[in-house]
């Protein structure tokens, strides 16, 4: 079975060439980390990043600051991909749990052993389900960054979330922990800030948030008492319930982009460390 780029030609280039020179440019952008220069090594670690998933136009030099953080760190062996539903199909949280993904730089397997073993573990919450990753794009935009960083050798397990009830969250945190403890895995949790306010009204609701995510408080209390539409709050939540430190990398928001002041989007890219 083959999930087929679904969003390729809409949220990144189509075709294997301006889609290298699409992340290049991200990385190159001024919004973006710069080159880098990736380790040769695996990862020794679990860690994780916080990472947008707008179309490249919009948020790529986000996303290229998580993954440039994660190649001057090592490689991962398999990328655990953590997004919201935004289409409203399949289970409360499903998991892709056989086959490959393809972009146009690539084919990538899901490892089918952990992602059993989550569904196995869960007591019934994430179950294998694959239209609800057919026509969501958190994840498959996540992916072309993976395939420019680390080639094609590493394995993935997409997981997108519809019922981000914290009770929901708790439960998958604690599964992804009993299984996932002191190993050397990637979490990518992918979300964008507050939506479609004016740059300075998105700017003052995200600067809320981050305050409250650097200071480990409560984001959902956050995002509810002040009106910030964090798309993946669920995922987001999950990274605080699996690492005890995050580190801002960059944070920008879409009107920056394209020099635009109404509504904006709110894009952030973080890293986690020290695995619970």
């Known amino acids: 079975m083959i999930r087929e780029p679904n969003f390729a030609g809409k949220f990144y280039a189509g075709n294997k060439e301006d889609l290298i020179n699409q992340i290049e440019d991200s990385i190159k952008s001024k919004f973006g980390p710069g080159k880098i220069s990736p380790l040769n090594v695996y990862l020794k670690q679990n860690i994780g990043i916080i990472v947008p998933h707008a179309g490249y136009q919009f948020s790529s030099p986000l996303q290229a600051w998580g993954y440039s953080s994660v190649a001057k760190i090592g490689r991962p062996k398999i990328v655990i ?4 539903n935004h289409s409203g199909l399949g289970e409360d949280v499903s998991i892709y749990n056989k086959g490959k993904w393809k972009t146009p730089l690539g084919e990538t ?3 089918e052993f952990f992602a059993n073993r989550i569904i196995n573990e869960s007591d019934g919450l994430i179950k294998s389900n694959f239209i ?3 026509y969501e794009h958190s994840l498959e935009v996540q992916l072309p ?9 590493f394995e ?5 979330i519809l019922n981000q009830k914290k009770e929901n969250i708790i439960k998958i945190a604690n599964v992804l922990k009993h299984i996932f403890n002191d190993k050397d895995f990637l979490f990518v949790f992918s979300s964008d800030l507050n939506h479609y306010e004016s740059k300075k009204r998105t700017y003052y ?7 409250e995510l650097t200071n480990k408080g409560d984001i959902y209390s956050i995002c509810r ?13 999950i990274g605080c319930l699996l690492f005890n430190e995050v580190e801002i990398l960059k944070h920008i928001t879409s009107g920056d982009v394209i020099n635009y002041d109404d509504q904006t989007v709110g894009y952030l890219s973080a890293l986690f460390i020290d695995y619970k």
């Open 145 to 153: 960054f993976l395939q420019y960083f680390f080639g094609n050798e």
């Open 132 to 134: 609800a990753h057919e």
């Open 156 to 160: 993935i397990i997409p997981i997108t």
């Open 109 to 111: 397997e899901v490892n």
């Open 225 to 237: 008492k002040n009106d910030i539409s964090v798309c993946g709050l669920g995922p987001i939540e």
């Open 81 to 84: 991909l953590i997004g919201p």
């Open 205 to 211: 609701k995200d600067e809320l948030f981050i305050n």
